[in-house]
């Protein structure tokens, strides 16, 4: 088994083009724990549609086409501090590929349900059921990277 964990090391070291090899080193150095996250993540989601429907514009996935809106005030941020949230939450999503972004645009923003979103994907349920979690963990890792999520406190096991 060593021997085939080494050979997947060494395909995406000889061949950097190849989605597979990073796949592979990315789940081996992920966080086990990251799930943790996932309702966080699709709760920044959430506010991400929410606030840029706000603001005038929809969100970078659906297309930055703009409209005429009013703009809500909010006591407890400012507008500033939404135009920033905005454009950190878009350089997140701008790191992935076209398919993932339609992905968390159908399922996560316009909320679509798996089957519909299947559809018009052009891809079967299983694809998404497959990929979602696993694309909503690695929005995780980057928003605890970008600090648009507070990390967990960690627990000490020898004391429980």
């Known amino acids: 088994m060593n021997g085939f964990v080494e050979w997947i090391a060494a395909v995406a070291d000889d061949a950097p083009d190849q989605d597979c090899g990073r796949a592979w080193r990315a789940q081996w150095d992920s ?14 989601l959430r506010r991400y549609m929410q606030w840029s429907l706000e603001a005038g514009r929809l969100p970078s996935l659906l297309g930055r086409e703009l409209f005429r809106a009013k703009i809500t005030s909010s006591t407890a941020t ?16 701008d790191r992935l590929d076209d398919f993932d972004r339609q992905l968390i645009a159908r399922v996560c923003l316009q909320e679509y349900d798996h089957d519909a979103a299947a559809r018009i994907l052009h891809c ?5 059921e497959r990929r979602l979690p696993d694309l909503i963990d690695e929005l995780s890792e980057a928003f ?14 020898e004391a429980l």
Not at 31 to 44: E, F, G, H, Q
Not at 146 to 154: K, N
Request: charged fraction near 35%.
């Open 78 to 93: 400012t507008f500033e501090s939404r135009v920033i949230f905005l454009h950190d939450m878009e350089r997140c999503l």
């Open 31 to 44: 966080d086990p724990d990251i799930w943790l996250y996932r309702k966080k993540t699709w709760a920044l």
């Open 144 to 157: 605890l990277k970008a600090e648009l999520l507070d990390r967990l406190p960690e627990t000490n096991e």
């Open 124 to 128: 079967t349920r299983k694809t998404i």
